[in-house]
């Protein structure tokens, strides 16, 4: 019998998505001149969200942090694009 999948199988494991997910906001971060803006402040704050989630067993996270890594996947898809393409436009 097949394992049952989960909604954050997709090939490459959650906690590898998060961590990367966490560098490429970290980067955006790190290019941003204006720190105190609307969309820094939220970066810094999903980064702390996340830093509270990645602890502990983090290559076996229970089901529930499992599913809240997930969303906060889901809740920074968009965050960074806009200080992104100002980057790129000036």
């Known amino acids: 019998m097949e394992p049952r999948r989960r909604e954050h ?3 490459v494991p959650l906690v ?3 961590l990367a997910r966490m560098l490429e906001l970290d980067a955006v971060l790190e290019r941003t001149s204006d720190r105190s803006s609307t969309e820094a402040r939220a970066i810094d704050t999903a980064l702390a969200t996340a830093e509270g989630l ?5 290559e076996h996270p229970s089901e529930v942090v499992s599913r809240a890594l997930v969303r906060w996947l889901d809740g920074t898809r968009n965050l960074g694009l806009s200080i992104d393409r100002a980057k790129h436009a000036a």
């Open 54 to 58: 990645v602890t502990g067993d983090i």
């Open 9 to 11: 199988d997709v090939g």
């Open 16 to 18: 590898e998505r998060v």
